[in-house]
Structures are given as structure tokens and as C-alpha cells.
């Protein structure tokens, strides 16, 4: 029996192991979703993820301290100290991964749903103004070269990013009769050059040692079978030599 212990202990282990790494990590949601905002926006933080029954309090951090807020949402009026890196925690989840929120005192800011976009992908930016006051004459900036003018606030849309989209950006307009401008921002298109996905490390070998268990429990399987089978015969034998003895005399 003891060589059926080590696999045993072993599959518990995993088990256990792969229970408390399962259990989903909670994510932060930013409504309206820009990571980058001017101070006065409202902006909506939410905590997703499960709950255990008759505990819906969630955790939240905001740089590494904890905040005494309960709720799964809150909503904040942005001010620069608000800045920084938020995370939560339900009673069934994990705790999530950050997010980070940037508030800027200017006129003007760009905003980006995605810095980081693949080629084929949507680019979108939007010139955003402090308190949505209106903006006009727009012109929207990649690498210091105008490329988009509008009479009128509007996003600037490109409907397939390719790598030559890549660059720095701002945009400018008046606001009022001022005429302002936005910082610059990074946009990076990826390439596809590496389409093959590659599962984590240690997935891998949890599966490899998963298998390596499953043989290791179907061979004993096996063997012990065959021992119960040859044990029987002798235990039969000995019957039979021993019937067989006791005839003689
Ligand atoms: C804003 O100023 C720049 C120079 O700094 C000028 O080239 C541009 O035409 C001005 N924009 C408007 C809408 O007047």
C-alpha cells in the first residue's frame, strides 16, 4: 500500500496547489475606460469579481494602502492625488492585477483606449478638454505632422493600424480664443511576427507532472492486480498441495 501514498500525497498537493491558483483574479474596471483623465472627471472604479455568500464587502487599495471604501464601485471626481495604481478584492477572488490612473491639470489631454495596439487594429484617439469645454478647429498630430483637422471636436479614427502608425501624438484647438495644446503620447503598433501561442511554463509542467501521475497510478493499478491474481493462484495451490498432503496420509 505505501507505494500507493507517495502518488496520493503527491495528486493532493497538486490539487491544493491548483485550487488556490485557480481561483480567478478580480479586475478593475474604469467607466468611462480612459487611464488617462483631466482633474474634475468623474470616473467610476469598479471591483469585479465573485462573492461569497453573505459577504459582499469588497477590499481596495490605492498605492499599496488599503482604503476603507466597502463598496464593489466608487465614483471619484479626479484630482492629481487620485493618481496611481488601484487594485480590489472579492471574497472569491484573487487580487487583481493593477490598474493605473493618470489625472492631468491642462486644457487639453489625448486620450487612447489602448496605447498598445496590433497591426489590423482599430487606433482611436480622442482630444479631450478640461471640463468637455467645446473645442474648435482641431487638429490631431503624429510626429509632429498634422494629420487630421476638424472644424469641430471630433475623435480621430484609423481603421487598420499598420507599423508606419506607430509615433508620438497631441492635439491642439481653441478653446475659446485660446489656442492650446495636448502633451504628446506614445502609440505603438505591434507587429505579428510571433502569431504561435506558447502557454506559461508552469502549465506545462503541471500537466506533464498530471500525466506522469496518471501512469504512475495505472501501472500500480496493474501490478497490484496482477499481484491480488498470482496471490490468489498460490493461496489455491497451497489448497490443493495441502488437500492433496493430507490424502496421502
Ligand atoms: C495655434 O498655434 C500654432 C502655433 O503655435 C499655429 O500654427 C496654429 O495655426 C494655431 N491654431 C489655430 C487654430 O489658430
Redesign the pocket.
Known amino acids: 500500500m505505501w507505494q500507493l501514498l507517495l502518488p496520493t500525497a503527491l495528486l493532493l498537493l497538486v490539487s491544493a496547489g491548483t485550487q488556490a491558483a485557480d481561483l480567478p483574479k478580480a479586475v478593475v474596471l474604469l467607466d468611462p475606460q480612459w487611464d488617462r483623465v483631466l482633474q474634475d472627471d468623474t470616473v467610476t472604479l469598479k471591483c469585479q469579481g465573485d462573492y461569497a455568500l453573505g459577504d459582499s464587502s469588497t477590499k481596495w487599495w490605492h498605492n499599496g494602502s488599503f482604503i476603507s471604501n466597502q463598496a464593489s464601485s466608487f465614483t471619484i471626481e479626479a484630482k492629481v492625488e487620485d493618481s496611481g495604481e488601484y487594485k480590489c478584492q472579492t471574497g472569491l477572488s484573487a487580487l487583481s492585477d493593477p490598474v493605473h490612473l493618470e489625472v492631468h491639470v491642462d486644457w487639453l489631454l489625448l486620450q487612447a483606449p489602448q496605447r498598445v495596439v496590433k497591426e489590423g487594429e482599430p487606433i482611436w484617439l480622442r482630444c479631450h478638454s478640461w471640463k468637455n469645454r467645446p473645442v474648435h478647429?482641431v487638429?490631431y498630430f503624429q510626429n509632429g505632422r498634422g494629420q487630421m483637422f476638424y472644424h469641430w471636436n471630433s475623435y480621430f479614427n484609423i481603421s487598420k493600424a499598420t507599423l508606419e502608425h506607430s509615433g508620438s501624438y497631441f492635439c491642439?484647438?481653441?478653446i475659446g480664443n485660446k489656442?492650446e495644446?495636448s502633451k504628446a503620447v506614445d502609440i505603438t503598433v505591434k507587429g505579428l511576427e510571433n502569431p504561435l501561442f506558447f502557454p506559461p511554463w508552469h502549465q506545462i509542467a503541471l500537466c506533464l507532472l498530471l500525466g506522469l501521475l496518471f501512469a504512475v497510478d495505472t501501472g500500480l493499478y496493474f501490478s497490484v492486480q496482477r499481484d491480488l491474481r498470482s496471490s490468489k493462484k498460490d493461496c489455491r495451490g497451497a489448497k490443493v498441495t495441502w488437500s492433496q498432503g493430507s490424502q496421502d496420509k
Open positions: 478647429k487638429q491642439r484647438g481653441l489656442n495644446s
